[in-house]
């Protein structure tokens, strides 16, 4: 017995296939990622579904879930879709019901959903044992013809069951709700669009085939999303990327507010209150961003200071999103906040567009927009041709059965004589009255009811209504121009229900390119306030509010730690940039507004910016836009820069002087716009005068000999108007100066040696302040 099993059985080794295995992973592979192209990831371009969708529809409708019928449990469509068309997970099915019926994520819903079905704050939807669910009009406008021959039937992927091949109906479902999916080495991006500008481009094709693609746009316009918002683009470039079938959409939120009284701060979202302080209001997001995520990126920004300009954030949404901004000053600029929301979080976006559909050959392909309706006009003309190919059938059926009535009325007596004689009435009446098959069985099974005259008289008229109606449709399916006709007076009568003054119909997402950007710094976010910034002897730095007194010395009544003592202070705003000077030549920035306060005595300055720990800070000065600075050194060379090439990003500052040996940077001052002369004194005790002129504009290096010295080196040098004459402070008490008019016995060449300055110059050989 064992042994005639063992016969029987086959080796399972005689099932393996000897071949490289290179070659058979392709193929394999191949197979695969044909499958997930073209039954999975991508839409087909006459109906816009992906199969998960089509089947879903198809099951919706085998349970009657029509419009004017109950709800049923969602469980039961997909336990029905997965059993019998879709053998897929639970999930992926009652996911993608979900999203059909999401008026947040289709632009015209094809399911109507009863229940949690999650919303636009990215809550999930309840178990699909909660839910109950029944197809919208839409949906059933997208598959009207079903029934009327217009499709292929195919198998399920068990055989048991026949399926659509695509749905039939005039709906322009591809452009109307979009579609997105990541095949193999592919995928489409579609975003949904209005349907009567889908509409109104179709009709211009079909009255023009030559149409050029410009005229398409200005009826097409572009994308429509669900949630509305708003598209920034330039018109050129929104054209050229149908044109190409490729590119993406910037898509900003709407701020909009039914409460302003003004139209402009209704437009603006911008509500005014008590003591002038506003508050703007977003009414729309971007599609597909989650209102819940993006609140969470505005607070995250507040709670980084990323956003110094906004005080609070708060979700006021019901049924409609209302997300309300609460600036910290009323003083705070609404377009600059707006900026600066699109920048740093997703109030704006980039959708793409990839137009990759599969045709009628199931060949993906991307496509621009005439391409596209040109392919879906020849499948909606194809549809037309098999519904009228169908009708002409049923009415050849009816004429048949018709007109064998009306013989039997005729010969009322005698059919009636051979059903009550005739052992077999039927092939006597075929062979007597030339009769088909099918008519003397439909006699015979005629109810005794309609045999009365107003039945003949009414077979007659249905006779000549059928034969017009055949004439109608021979006439139709011989006439192109007749069928583009057809398509047209279908196409007005679907606009009509989803025309612009409807509410389902009516454009959400607006159009229009976004005005310059304004200038968008994070030094603009700064709320600008009055400081006095101190820098120590050693490093410390503080910022106290307000301007404060800073006395004779010009460093003000400040408490130091011990060992430690004055340096600089200067009276600055929140919102300006700090250049520091090391005697190693480079110079570091500090924004004011990131300062400590001055209750302490602040910080080490090298806490922030790392500045060697040998070099000495010789200067502290502020950055205005096209204000220059005289730098010297110690070896006496220097040259003039704009503080805007001292800024450095990094906290590793930038090297602006460049140094040799042992020489110093010593001197930083600002140069006053009216100065003509410069004036530098050495340790000699050598003072010199020379033109302002001769001092080259550097943004890096040594600069150039400013005085010359057999010993020592440079002790200062300050800038002056030479009709003013140089001042400098007398000692003592008091804030006493001396100022020399004359000055012409000084002034020489740049490069000169000099000569003793004025009798009383200060013995420390310093300018001062």
């Not at 621009?368 to 037309?384: A, F, M, P, Y």
């Not at 000065?621 to 220097?638: D, I, P, Q, T, Y």
């Amino acid at each position: 017995m064992s042994s005639v099993t063992e016969d029987t059985e086959s080796d399972p080794f005689d099932a393996i296939v000897d071949a490289p295995f290179d070659s058979a992973l392709e193929e394999r592979y191949l197979v695969y990622a044909l499958s997930t192209i073209t039954a999975r990831s991508l839409p087909d371009l006459r109906d816009g579904l992906k199969p998960v969708h089509r089947r879903l529809l198809w099951t919706m409708r085998q349970l009657k879930l029509d419009p004017t019928n109950t709800f049923k449990k969602s469980a039961r469509v997909v336990g029905e879709v997965i059993g019998k068309y879709h053998p897929h997970g639970d999930t992926a099915a009652y996911d993608a019901m979900v999203r059909l019926a999401q008026d947040f994520s289709l632009r015209y819903p094809l399911v109507e959903g009863q229940g949690n079905f999650g919303n636009i704050d990215g809550d999930n939807a309840a178990a699909y044992r909660y839910t109950e669910a029944r197809l919208t009009r839409t949906a059933m406008q997208l598959m009207a013809g079903l029934d009327e021959g217009t499709v292929d039937f195919i198998p399920t992927y068990n055989g048991e069951e026949h399926e659509p091949d695509i749905m039939p109906g005039l709906f322009p479902n591809l452009l109307a709700n979009g579609a997105s999916g990541i095949a193999v080495g592919m995928a489409t991006s579609i975003p949904s669009h209005n349907v009567s500008e889908v509409i109104d481009a179709t009709l211009e094709l079909i009255d023009n085939p030559h149409v050029e693609h410009p005229r398409l746009m200005e009826l097409f316009q572009g994308p429509d999303f669900a949630t509305g918002g708003l598209i920034v683009d330039s018109a050129e470039s929104i054209t050229q990327a149908y044109e190409t079938g490729r590119g993406s959409f910037r898509v900003r939120g709407r701020f909009f507010s039914e409460e302003a009284e003004k139209k402009e701060d209704r437009e603006a979202g911008i509500e005014r209150q008590k003591g002038g302080g506003y508050q703007l209001v977003i009414s729309e997001i971007p599609y597909q961003v989650q209102k819940g995520k993006l609140i969470e990126q505005i607070a995250q920004a507040i709670a980084d200071k990323k956003l110094p300009i906004l005080e609070d954030v708060r979700d006021e949404s019901d049924e409609q999103v209302r997300i309300v901004l609460v600036p910290r000053s009323r003083n705070v600029d609404p377009e600059l906040l707006k900026e600066s929301l699109y920048k740093l979080t997703d109030l704006e976006t980039r959708f793409s567009l990839n137009l990759n559909v599969l045709d009628a050959t199931r060949t993906p392909m991307v496509m621009g927009l005439k391409e596209l309706l040109e392919n879906w006009v020849r499948s909606q003309i194809d549809i037309l041709q098999r519904r009228t190919r169908h009708r002409l059938e049923q009415i050849a059926k009816r004429l048949e059965l018709v007109e064998g009535y009306i013989i039997a009325f005729l010969n009322l007596d005698r059919v009636i004589e051979i059903i009550r004689t005739e052992d077999e009435p039927k092939p006597v009446m075929m062979e007597e009255f030339k009769l088909t098959d099918r008519q003397a069985e439909a006699i015979l099974n005629m109810r005794l009811r309609s045999l009365r005259k107003l039945e003949e008289m009414q077979l007659r008229d249905e006779k000549t209504a059928l034969l017009e109606e055949q004439e109608e449709l021979e006439t139709l399916l011989g006439s192109a121009a007749r069928q583009r006709t057809r398509l047209k007076r279908d196409m007005k009568a679907l606009q009509k229900e989803y025309g612009l003054d409807t509410e389902l119909g009516a454009r959400r997402t607006t159009i229009a390119e976004a005005a310059p950007a304004v200038e968008f710094s994070m030094d603009a976010m700064i709320e600008k306030e009055p400081v006095t910034v101190i820098l120590s002897e050693k490093g410390w730095i503080r910022a106290a509010k307000g301007h404060v007194e800073l006395g004779e010395d010009g460093c003000g009544d400040f408490k130091y730690k011990e060992g430690d003592g004055p340096g600089f202070a200067l009276h600055v705003q929140t919102t300006d940039k700090l250049l520091v000077a090391a005697d190693d030549g480079r110079f570091f920035t500090v924004g004011a507004d990131k300062l400590p306060g001055a209750r302490g005595f602040g910080e080490p300055l090298r806490n922030t910016v790392d500045i060697d720990a040998a070099a000495q800070i010789v200067a502290m000065v502020l950055h205005r836009e096209k204000s220059r600075v005289l730098l010297a050194a110690s070896n006496g060379k220097g040259f003039a820069t704009y503080t805007a090439d001292l800024l450095a990003e990094t906290r590793k500052g930038r090297q602006v002087v460049n140094l040799k040996g042992d020489a110093k940077l010593i001197v930083v001052r600002p140069i006053d716009g009216a100065h003509d002369h410069v004036a530098v004194v050495g340790d000699n005790r050598k003072l010199v005068v020379f033109n302002l002129e001769e001092v080259p504009e550097l943004g890096r290096g040594q600069g150039v000999v400013l005085q010359r010295y057999r010993d020592g080196g440079l002790s200062d040098a300050k800038t002056f108007k030479l009709e003013d004459g140089l001042s400098w402070p007398m000692g003592g008490k008091g804030d006493r100066t001396r100022t020399e008019q004359e000055m012409w016995q000084w002034k020489v060449a740049r490069g000169g040696a000099g000569r003793l300055p004025p009798q009383g110059f200060p013995r420390d050989n310093k300018f001062g302040n």
